[in-house]
């Protein structure tokens, strides 16, 4: 499985401010993705990153609030724009790579724990 | 709505015993089914995983079984370690084009020396 590492790995931040979230994979991936988790709940995914092309989000979450870049197969960051309390949450991006079984098994980076005062 | 369901919020075990976590999902569509652990201020670990077309998977001290007609799937860790003290998730997705993973709200299992 690839090796993926997200910075920071942690932060406190003020309301109304952005936070950029960075998740670099040691190999050329084919999916990359980005999950939240907010406190005593399940992970949700929040978009699907697209290489070259605009993200893909889930019903609930905008670009506006969560813009997400990837302008290559091993890099991709997250926004979280206009902080509130409610976004206090660990971010984690997940990989899949090309292939039937391997495309459904996703890896996921080591998180980044937000909290918004 | 939610589509997969781990109704244990924790689950505790004496070293050597087995471990039996379960997993309940409402989505008929649900085709691949996954594991993960989770660590503490760590992200989660894949674990094991089961094709719909297949009703038991093992790998060493881990085996997934998969019930359809019920909508359930259970993950037994024999023999249970310390080690193995963790957040279990269970997951699922519809295969195909829709690489979409829908996760339960997880089961601390604590595993007893």
């Known amino acids: 499985s690839a090796v993926i590492s997200q910075k920071p790995s942690r932060d406190i931040c003020q309301r109304g401010t952005s936070l950029t979230i960075q998740c670099q994979v040691d190999?050329?991936?084919?999916?990359m993705f980005w999950y939240r988790q907010q406190p005593g709940q399940s992970l949700t995914l929040i978009a699907t990153a697209n290489q070259g092309s605009e993200a893909t989000y889930e019903s609930g979450f905008v670009i506006d609030k969560f813009p997400i870049s990837r302008p290559n197969l091993t890099f991709s960051t997250l926004t979280v724009s206009n902080m509130s309390p409610e976004d206090s949450s660990i971010y984690l991006c997940s990989v899949a790579t090309s292939g039937t079984l391997e495309t459904e098994t996703q890896y996921f980076g080591p998180g980044t724990r937000l909290l918004v005062l | 709505d939610q589509q997969v369901k781990q109704n244990s919020p924790s689950l505790s075990v004496q070293e050597g015993r087995i471990s039996i976590l379960n997993c309940d999902y409402t989505?008929?569509?649900?085709?691949?089914f996954l594991w993960y652990k989770k660590y503490p201020a760590e992200g989660p670990t894949f674990l094991i995983s089961i094709s719909s077309i297949k009703d038991k998977n093992e790998d060493g001290r881990f085996t997934v079984f998969l019930n359809k007609s019920a909508k359930h799937l259970s993950l037994h860790i024999v023999p249970s370690q310390p080690g193995d003290s963790a957040v279990y998730f269970c997951?699922?997705?519809?295969?195909?084009?829709?690489?979409?993973?829908?996760f339960g709200k997880g089961t601390l299992l604590t595993v007893n020396p």
């Open positions: 989505n008929s569509m649900f085709d691949y």
């Open positions: 190999s050329q991936v084919t999916m």
């Open positions: 997951a699922a997705n519809e295969g195909g084009s829709n690489y979409k993973l829908t």
